[in-house]
């Protein structure tokens, strides 16, 4: 294993790490297959903007299988494994869900903004159709900036740390800056002044929409759902933003510095905490959405009865079974005689057929 691949941190900060990152993971999957699954429970309910949330479980799912996996095991080798191919695809998947991400929440935003200057009017300004357009616009930007270092512009390698990779960023001393910068700005600056932009727009249009409202309760009860849904735009930018800005601050700086100017100990913590941000939407949603919360207790409660009357069916299988013999083993005029009725399954089969 070549020295760059392998951990800079001690056998016990390793296992932690992999730890972390493991119980990341399980959140992470569970909470946003939970989403999505709730999304396709209601697909023919949806609204325009709520695809967005999908998409945004998307990439939250999609970055906790394709990239988890391989940082636990490498963490808990002590060493990243099988070296280069594995170090580009991983940053590769970063970057790419990464941007994904940003764009989407920017994207949401916007979306936020035109629905708030429309309150009071009957006319829906965005439709499925215009939406599906910004999603696939949202994906193929992401993948074109995850290819150009794949062409020469940029570059992944490992982390300073050693048990992670990303874009090489203390190689830019070298290499020039040009890539850096246009990232920087189209996939930083541009998307987090956009949404900022956007909500304090949306703070503006809902001020207004609450002077105006003149005994109006289809206008009022509009106003409260949007300001809820901006509510929780709101957190999941804030939630996204925060975690990867000591990132992307310590990332910017081992650019300018040497990469051991940070210890490694220290540049692993902003990038675990980044790698949180795949799973604290779920809880999001859960908190301050009354249907996604009622749509996961329903389908717990699916889960629940599913597994019980699996159970019920393996028992009562086998006690046929158990019947079975006992008649072959009976005189040929046993089986005129009925079957005892099994009182404890029929009680088993009315406790389980209701859940609160």
């Known amino acids: 294993m070549e020295e760059r691949y392998l951990s800079k941190l001690s056998p016990a900060v390793d296992y932690g790490a992999g730890a972390f990152l493991l119980l990341i993971a399980v959140l992470s999957v569970v909470g946003n297959i939970s989403v999505l699954i709730t999304a396709f429970k209601r697909s023919s309910n949806l609204k325009p903007p709520e695809l967005l949330s999908v998409n945004l ?21 002590h060493g990243w494994l099988w070296g280069e191919p594995s170090c580009i695809y991983y940053g590769f998947m970063g970057f790419f869900f990464g941007i994904a991400s940003m764009m989407v929440l920017t994207v949401m935003a916007l979306i936020r903004f035109i629905v708030s200057t429309s309150l009071q009017s009957p006319k829906e300004k965005i439709n499925k159709k215009k939406v599906y357009i910004l999603i696939i616009f949202t994906w193929t930007y992401a993948l074109v900036w995850a290819v150009f270092p794949l062409l020469g512009w940029g570059k992944y390698g490992p982390e300073p740390f050693g048990i992670s990779c990303t874009i090489a960023w203390s190689e830019f001393q070298e290499s020039g800056s040009s890539f850096l910068i246009s990232m920087f700005t189209l996939c930083t600056i541009v998307p987090i002044v956009t949404i900022i932009g956007c909500y304090f727009g949306i703070a503006r249009n809902l001020h207004v929409a609450y002077k105006s409202i003149e005994n109006s309760n289809h206008v009022h009860n509009a106003v409260k759902a949007e300001r809820r849904l901006v509510g929780i735009a709101v957190l999941v930018s804030v939630g996204f933003i925060g975690c990867w800005a000591p990132y992307a601050t310590v990332s910017f700086w081992s650019m300018f510095r040497a990469s051991d100017s940070i210890p490694p100990e220290v540049s692993m913590l902003p990038c675990l905490f980044a790698k949180s941000s795949t799973a604290y939407n779920p809880f999001i949603y859960y908190i301050f959405s009354k249907t996604f919360r009622a ?4 389908l717990t409660c699916f889960c629940g009865r599913s597994r019980n009357l699996l159970n019920m069916t393996d028992r009562g299988s086998l006690r046929e079974s158990q019947t079975y013999v006992n008649m072959l083993k009976r005189p040929m005029d046993a089986d005129k005689d009925k079957l005892p009725v099994n009182n404890h399954e029929a009680e088993t089969k009315i406790q389980f057929i209701g859940c609160e």
């Open 57 to 77: 479980a998307v990439t939250d799912l999609g970055m906790a299988i394709t990239m988890y996996p391989l940082a636990i095991a490498s963490a808990w080798n």
């Open 295 to 298: 749509e996961i207790k329903q």
